[in-house]
């Protein structure tokens, strides 16, 4: 299934993402952002499991915002393996 994140404190404006049955992560695409290193993230997540990536990507800060995009992208699926889709954030 595919679910879409709005994200905060970000330049990207959403992330899609799609996950397998087995919450492998099958697709990453950033709306906005750094589009170099937005796609680079993507590339680098898709094939793992949303556990290992929440536990590598959590916390990671751009500057002072307090979070990133990829931080983002970790807290998404957070809540999506927690089936929290239906909170805050999810379009």
């Keep these: 299934m595919t679910y879409t994140y709005k994200t905060s404190g970000t330049c990207s404006r959403a992330i899609d993402i799609e996950l397998d049955d087995n919450n492998i992560i099958k697709k990453v695409r950033f709306q906005g952002g750094c589009n170099g290193n937005t796609q680079g993230v993507a590339k680098l997540v898709e094939g793992r499991p949303a556990e290992e990536v929440i ?17 983002q992208l970790a807290r998404a ?12 954030g999810w379009r």
């Design 55 to 71: 536990g590598t990507l959590s916390g990671i800060q751009c500057g002072f915002r307090g979070t990133s995009c990829p931080d």
């Design 77 to 88: 699926l957070k809540q999506m393996t927690a089936g929290a889709g239906g909170t805050d």
